[in-house]
């Protein structure tokens, strides 16, 4: 295979791993749920090679499970899952914010602040899919500039689940508008080194979706 083919195949399976993500993010796919290969396969015009490339990936993270000589399924969760992940979420946000008040820069105020920015932007659009791709990357993104490797991992192993419970739940769009605005005012207090209203602040962010 050429270089040029392995970077079409590549950019392909990149759409399709997109589309799907996209697909269940937006709860167009719900847990339990057959992935229709065929359509997409039909939808994109191409074989059944990027969609399985795309699937491995998937399922990779958490997202989908593929049954030998069946079929791929998007992952179920139970709405009791919910609390016991926000739980842990909540744990562990408080700790990147613990640990990036002592050393956050202007430049790591300026990248998280674009990024709450960004979410709010999708939030006003009723943009669901990239609002919340958004909202994961704001809290992976957290963990990542305490520049604590392991926090990091653990913060984005569990953010798959966090999208995973948002395909079970119907999120209205002024609980989504409230919880998202909050994001801005969570990077200010940290660059202030308000330690003290940051927890406060993301207490109540995660509360009202994962407690209320």
Do not use: W
């Amino acid at each position: 295979m050429s270089k040029k083919n392995e970077i079409n195949f590549s950019s392909i399976s990149e759409q399709v791993y997109r589309h799907i993500k996209r697909m269940i993010l937006t709860a167009e796919l719900k847990g339990g749920e057959k992935i229709p290969e065929e359509k997409i396969a039909n939808s994109f015009g191409v074989s059944r090679t990027p969609i399985r490339e795309a699937l491995r990936r998937l399922e990779k993270h958490g997202l989908i499970k593929i049954l030998p000589r069946q079929y791929a399924q998007i992952v179920k969760l139970e709405s009791s899952d919910k609390i016991h992940i926000g739980q842990v979420r909540l744990q562990l946000d408080i700790l990147s914010l613990r640990l990036l008040v002592k050393r956050i820069t202007d430049e790591d105020y300026q990248a998280l602040k674009s990024i709450a920015e960004k979410c709010n932007e999708y939030a006003i659009a009723a943009d669901f899919a990239g609002c919340f791709e958004k909202d994961s990357e704001f809290h992976c993104e957290l963990a990542r500039r305490t520049e604590n490797p392991y926090l990091y991992d653990i913060v984005r192993t569990l953010d798959l689940k966090v999208q995973l419970i948002r395909n079970i739940e119907d999120i209205s769009f002024e609980s989504t508008l409230q919880n998202i605005s909050l994001h801005v005012p969570i990077v200010e207090a940290v660059y202030a080194r308000k330690i003290e209203e940051a927890e406060q602040l993301i207490t109540k962010h995660l509360s009202n979706y994962y407690f209320n």
